[in-house]
C-alpha cells in the first residue's frame, strides 16, 4: 500500500516528502513552553526539537528512511524469491540426482553379492557354455556332453571334480625335504583337494570352493568321521547353498539368513566366514571364527594373523623336523570381495613367516604345476603370501578344532542367534 500521510492520513505515494511540506508544512511547529521556548514535535515518532531546521532535518531523515526502505524491499523481494525459486530447483536436482545414485549403487551391489534374482549356478553355466560356442573355443558335442555332466551333478548333490587337483600337500612335503635352504621350518595341513571356479561360479564362487577345499580335508581325517557320515562326498555349489539354507532353518545366524532372505539355491549370492561357521558348526564340526579387524603392523599389515597362523599349526607339532605335516585342516581366510584357504606357514631362518594360500581363482593348469618333480620356487608363487602381501583393512578366519556333541551343538546354535566373533586386539 502506498504510504499515508502522518497528518492527514491520505495516500501520498512515493511523493510523501513533497506532500508533507506543501500541505502540512505550517504543521511542523508546536506551542512553546511556558518560559516561552518554542518547541517542535517530531509528527513520525512524537520526538521534541527546539529548532525549526533540526526538525526539518529529523523529518527529512525519517522520509528518506522510508523511501529506501521501500525502494529495496520491493527490490529484495523479486530477488529473493528468484534467489529461492533457483535454489529449490536445484535441491531438487541434487535430490533426483542423489536417489539415483543411491539406487545405482544398490543395485550394483545386488549384482556384485548375487542378489538380484539374476539366477544361479546353473543359469550362468549354461550361458557361458553357449558363449563359449558363439566364440568358436567349445564344440557343440561337448556344449552337450558337459551339460548333462551338469545336470546329473545338480541331481545327485555331487560335484563333478572338473576343478579338483589333489595331491598338492604331498608334493609341498617332498619339495620343502628337498630344497628351500632359507626356509626354518614348514608346517603343512593334513591333506587337501583344490577347488577352483569353473563357468558355473566364476565371480561369485570362492566361498564355496573353499568349504569345498576345507572339507576334503576333514573327509580325510578319520576324526570327523562321524559328524560326516552323511557327507561322504564333495558337494556340488548348489547343494552346499541347500545345506547352509538347512543350517538357517535349524536356529543358526538368524541376522545373516535374513540379509539373504533365507535363500541361497538359485541364487549367486556371496557367502563369507559366517555362512561358513553356521554350515560347520550345524555338522558338529566345532569351529571359532577369528576377526583381525584392524592392521597389527606398519603399512597396514597384519603380523598377528601371521603370528595366530603360526601358533595354530606349531601347537603341539614343535620338534626338529624341517617339514611338518600336521593333522590340522585348513584354515578359511576371508577379507572383503574374496576368500582363501590357508594350507601351510613358513618360518624362513631369518624368522619372518610366510602363508602358503590355495586360491580358487588360480585354475588347475596352474596348480598341476606344482606337481610336477621339477617344480621350482617360481611355481611357489602361487601360493606364497609374506606380511607385505596382505594388506586389506580386515580378515576373518575360520579354524576347526574338533567335534561337539549334540549339547554344544544346541548350545552355539543358541549364542550363534547373536554370533560375534573374537576379535584379535
Not at 146 to 173: N, Q
Request: proline share 4%.
Amino acid at each position: 500500500a502506498p504510504p499515508e500521510c502522518p497528518f492527514c492520513g491520505e495516500a501520498a505515494g512515493r511523493e510523501l516528502e513533497e506532500h508533507v511540506r506543501a500541505r502540512h508544512g505550517h504543521l511542523l511547529g508546536a506551542p512553546g513552553t511556558g518560559n516561552g521556548e518554542q518547541l517542535y514535535e517530531c509528527p513520525m515518532c512524537s520526538l521534541t526539537c527546539t529548532n525549526i531546521q533540526i526538525l526539518e532535518e529529523h523529518v527529512d531523515l525519517h522520509l528518506e528512511e522510508h523511501n529506501f526502505s521501500e525502494g529495496t524491499g520491493m527490490f529484495h523481494c523479486d530477488e529473493d524469491l528468484e534467489l529461492a525459486q533457483q535454489l529449490q530447483t536445484e535441491e531438487d536436482e541434487w535430490q533426483r540426482s542423489e536417489e539415483k545414485r543411491e539406487r545405482e549403487e544398490f543395485e550394483k551391489l545386488q549384482r556384485q553379492y548375487g542378489l538380484d534374482n539374476s539366477g544361479g549356478f546353473k543359469q550362468q553355466f549354461l550361458k557361458n557354455m553357449e558363449r563359449e560356442v558363439d566364440r568358436g573355443r567349445m564344440q557343440p558335442f561337448e556344449y552337450h556332453k558337459r551339460k548333462a555332466d551338469m545336470m546329473e551333478s545338480l541331481a545327485s548333490g555331487i560335484d563333478d571334480g572338473r576343478t579338483k587337483t589333489s595331491g598338492v600337500i604331498e608334493a609341498l612335503c617332498k619339495y620343502y625335504q628337498n630344497e628351500n635352504k632359507d626356509v626354518r621350518c614348514v608346517w603343512l595341513s593334513a591333506g587337501v583337494d583344490h577347488f577352483h571356479s569353473s563357468l558355473g561360479d566364476r565371480g561369485w564362487g570362492c566361498g564355496y570352493r573353499n568349504f569345498q577345499m576345507l572339507l576334503s580335508s576333514l573327509l580325510q581325517n578319520s576324526f570327523y568321521n562321524d559328524c560326516l557320515r552323511d557327507t561322504t562326498l564333495i558337494p556340488s555349489i548348489p547343494k552346499i547353498q541347500s545345506m547352509i539354507e538347512d543350517a538357517w532353518r535349524e536356529g543358526f545366524d538368524p541376522q545373516g539368513a535374513s540379509h539373504f532372505s533365507n535363500r541361497l539355491h538359485g541364487s549367486k549370492a556371496w557367502i563369507g566366514a559366517c555362512e561358513i561357521y553356521s554350515l560347520l558348526t550345524s555338522l558338529r564340526i566345532k569351529c571359532q571364527i577369528i576377526d583381525f579387524h584392524k592392521p597389527t603392523g606398519p603399512m597396514g599389515t597384519h603380523p598377528r594373523l601371521f603370528e595366530w597362523i603360526l601358533h595354530y599349526y606349531s601347537t603341539d607339532n614343535e620338534g626338529g623336523a624341517k617339514v611338518v605335516c600336521t593333522s590340522k585342516p585348513p584354515i578359511y581366510l576371508q577379507h572383503q570381495g574374496h576368500s582363501r584357504t590357508v594350507v601351510g606357514i613358513e618360518e624362513k631362518r631369518n624368522k619372518s613367516l610366510c602363508l602358503l594360500l590355495f586360491d580358487p581363482g588360480c585354475s588347475s593348469q596352474q596348480m598341476q604345476k606344482l606337481l610336477k618333480q621339477n617344480s621350482d620356487v617360481t611355481s611357489l608363487k602361487l601360493l606364497r603370501k609374506f606380511v607385505g602381501s596382505l594388506k586389506e583393512k580386515q580378515y576373518q578366519i575360520v579354524a576347526v578344532d574338533g567335534v561337539l556333541s549334540l549339547e554344544e551343538k544346541a548350545a552355539r546354535c543358541r549364542a550363534s542367534q547373536v554370533l560375534t566373533s573374537e576379535k584379535i586386539p
